[in-house]
């Protein structure tokens, strides 16, 4: 297969929108093209500065929830000699730890926790599923203001940005 890109206005005539690029993929002497952009790079340092709701566990949605206690993450950077951190909520308690970036690698452990009683059996869940995930992530992706953790190929959790900075 190859790929093929060519500066120049494209205009898709499916959705009426004008791009950048003309895109050309070939494979097996077929070629099929269509209209691109690049897409921006996002680096782990992109991750600060923004409350991050879950969204999704494992492909299922979370039920929203407005109370302080609902599903988050706040990821924070190394300063003053200190670690990167992150903070949040499990859904009942309240969770913190390091996370490492390196590139689209991160990886977020140990995950430290109160441990105040769960007395609804579903938010419950979603806490031990959360801090699963964060356990298991290797890996995140950041698109449409959506952060998506994978464990390898598999996503596991996606976060939706509550505010930007």
């Not at 308690?93 to 109160?114: K, S, Y």
């Amino acid at each position: 297969a190859t790929l093929t890109t060519t500066a120049g206005r494209c205009h898709d005539a499916m959705s009426g929108a004008e791009f950048p690029y003309t895109v050309t993929v070939t494979v097996d002497g077929r070629a099929l093209s269509g209209c691109g952009r690049v897409l921006p790079t996002v680096s782990a340092t992109d991750l600060t500065g923004v409350r991050w709701r879950l969204v999704t566990l494992d492909g299922a949605p979370v039920a929203p929830r407005t109370d302080p206690r609902a599903p988050h993450l706040r990821i924070l950077p190394a300063e003053g000699g200190n670690p990167a951190r992150f903070t949040g909520s499990s859904g009942c308690n309240v969770i913190n730890g390091r996370w490492a970036p390196e590139g689209d690698r991160l990886t977020f452990g140990p995950v430290a926790m109160t441990r105040m009683a769960c007395l609804d059996e579903a938010q419950g869940a979603t806490e031990q599923a959360m801090t699963r995930a964060l356990a298991a992530t290797t890996r995140f992706a950041v698109r449409d203001n959506r952060l998506t953790l994978y464990a390898g190929e598999r996503a596991v959790a996606e976060f939706e940005a509550e505010y930007m900075r």
